[in-house]
């Protein structure tokens, strides 16, 4: 911005600080730097994420945002060449430590995509693997309640529990996409990544799905990554935005949204990106 | 600032701005005028200052009508936000300061039929004040000066000190004569309008500072007004 900023003293309001919460971040990272091959895709990221709140990535194509959010669940892990630094850590267990179990960590760290992709099973079977493969339920009568309780914290079980023998794919896009969070949320993660879970659903099914985000984080930290600027102030409690793989800045999405302090944020936001 | 990649944008964020800086442009003419006419005694100068009055109210509206479109239709964010929602603001405070320009004149064409017992100079050194308030704030939004609108919000002290001196002046006047009761209580509502216009100028020079850079003021604006405690005994043996 062209502002002179004056220096003013006692008159006027200093700029309302980020608020954060009062208890320890559940997600630290500390200078984490991605390659995929030469390209260095994070540079130097460092962030705390907070429990009971949204989190948004924004940012143009390519800024690093999904990456970043795939650096969290170790899902880069799979991909040919990528190499992570940096430190992260979840309630304090070092993610990339090389004795964690990265099955178990992605049971924590749950992810939902940008398209909805149930398994070609039943509705009752796409909630019911995780918590099988993991042992989470000894007997039929939990596995039954395990799947009612998932379906009814994905605002689901209503439209769905007649018919939990059909097929997830036969659901419409919406209900499919709540099926993925259901099968997410079945194995009790503490944190979900969404990744652009809405960009494939009309704007109905978009508004359940924040509806959803909304009663979710009052027990699990959730990150998106959004292209929707409307979607990302709507939803979430902190934005952090991302450009050419730098976070240039992350604070509440009042502040975000109203006075982003960096030229690049208000650039992007106010969609003046050149 | 660089501009918005979807151009209409842009055009629209410029011509609110522009449509600001017209209602400005008017209504600073108006209040010039109006205090012109008030030391000549011009009645035909202040006629068409009241029939100037429906202009501003038109680009006012216009104005609001520009910004809940905005709004509507392209959901600004940051600065752009801050702009089309001070616009709103600023549209208000100064189509209020067109109308006691309006009303100014209104007075002084009673005020131009009626002997010319006491003079309106005090009256018009607060006029000067305003007016060079009302000039600096336009040059602050039109150029995204911070600091000259704060120069402005502090000088309103000085309109209030003008006002309380013209109030006490305007009293003794009143007590010495009762003829004089007529005159004086126009002018006493001029000078009244006058202070009241510096109020919405300071207005009109926060919502700059909170479009540039997104901060309100918080501490108390000063003021010196202080004839709403004023009590007079009438002298002894009247």
Redesign the interface.
Known sequence: ??????S?Q??????ASVVVPNEPPSIVARNVNVWYGEKHAIKDVSIDIYRRQVTAFIGPSGCGKSTFLRVLNRLNDIIEGCRVTGKITLDGDDIYDPRIDVVQLRARVGMVFQKPNPFPKSIYENIAYGPRIHGLTRTKKELDQLVERSLRRAALWDEVKDRLNEAGTALSGGQQQRLCIARAIAVSPDVILMDEPCSALDPIATAKIEELMDELRREYTIIIVTHS??QA?RVSQRTAFFHLGDLVEVGSTEQI????QDKR???Y?????? | MADHTVKSFDEALEHLRNTLLRLGGIVENSLAEAVAALAKRDADLAAQIVQRDSEVDALCRSAEDQAVKLIALRQPVASDLRLVVGAIRVAVDLERVGDYASNIAKRTIVLAQLPALIGVGPIQRMGRIVQEMLKDTLDAFSTHDVEKAHSVWVRDEQVDEAYNAVFRNLLTYMMEDPRNITPCTHMLFIAKNIERIGDHITNVSETIRFIEIGEQVVQDRPKRDDSAFAIVEPPAGV
Do not use: V, Y
């Not at chain 1, 006692?10 to 700029?15: E, K, N």
């Not at chain 1, 949204?257 to 982003?260: H, K, L, S, V």
């Open positions: 911005m062209e502002n002179k900023i004056p003013l006692a008159p006027f309001s200093t700029p600027m409307q102030a949204f109203t006075r982003p944020t208000q650039d936001i106010t969609g003046r990106f050149g």
